[in-house]
């Protein structure tokens, strides 16, 4: 396993990212503004190019997925502490998640998050589709929720506290524990630790998560940075292949 530091995110304060075919979508946790910039090598000045950003509803925003083509923010409660507050904002302790138009920022639909309380991690199920996998920090837990009437059909307990960004593998999920610096993989069913990646402390923190090719992309909303972590060394290659998405996501691990 190596890790990278890729590229800083045009905002200063990154909180979630996803990959998709057209590049790498990065979520600002004090605007709420969301970028889409060039998967590339950082120029000169450690950043990569800037395609475009929009505006959304969200506040606090501390997860992101993209899917059935549209992207999904997961609100964080309240933003008053980095942001004067916005009608549409979440109230203190509110967990909520948006389906937005990724061309226009506009809200498209707005769900609370199952049981209540704060929301940092989410992913779309692009093994199952129609599905989201949410992340419940109030109780701890990793849900699987059908889109459609939007009702809890799994619910798996996380090891830590503070879960951060998922990625959905074929034989498990990836989801980050902020504080104890590790990106756990879990049995879909059971939430039975199957693999763990350990970020030393001389590495940006890990916060938002998401597929990239093979490997995974992080992002640390305290120093700004976009990290690749390489995971040739922790999985043998006969347990990897790809699978191309239909709407356009790129290469996903299964």
């Not at 790498?24 to 475009?52: C, F, H, M, N």
């Amino acid at each position: 396993m190596t890790i990278e530091k890729l590229f800083r995110a045009p905002y200063s304060v990154p909180n979630a990212l996803q990959v998709t075919g057209e590049g790498l979508w990065v979520a600002d946790q004090i605007t709420d503004r969301v970028a889409l910039v060039e998967l590339a090598g950082p120029s000169e000045y450690g950043v990569t190019k800037l395609i475009r950003d929009i505006p959304s509803e969200s506040s606090n925003t501390s997860g992101m997925a993209h899917g059935a083509g549209t992207l999904w923010l997961a609100v964080n409660g309240a933003a008053t502490l980095w942001r004067p507050p916005w009608d549409a904002d979440a109230g203190a302790g509110e967990g909520a998640i948006l389906q937005v138009d990724a061309d226009s920022g506009q809200t498209l639909r707005r769900e609370l998050v199952p049981g209540g309380g704060g929301v940092h991690g989410m992913e779309y199920d692009h093994f199952e589709e129609g599905f989201l996998w949410v992340t419940t920090l109030k109780d701890r837990t990793l849900s699987k929720i059908r889109i459609e009437g939007w009702t809890v059909e799994h619910v798996i307990a996380l090891p830590y506290g503070r879960a951060h960004g998922v990625v959905r593998a074929a034989d498990g999920v990836w989801v980050v524990h902020t504080s104890e610096r590790v990106i756990v993989k879990l049995d879909l069913e059971s939430g039975a630790e199957m693999d763990r990646v350990v970020v030393p402390e001389s590495e940006p923190q890990p916060h938002g998560l998401s597929a990239y090719n093979s490997d995974l992309l992080y992002c640390d909303a305290t120093s700004g940075w976009v990290v690749k972590v390489s995971l040739e060394d922790l999985e043998k290659a006969d347990r990897w292949h790809f699978k191309e998405n239909a709407d356009g996501d790129g290469r996903r691990i299964i």
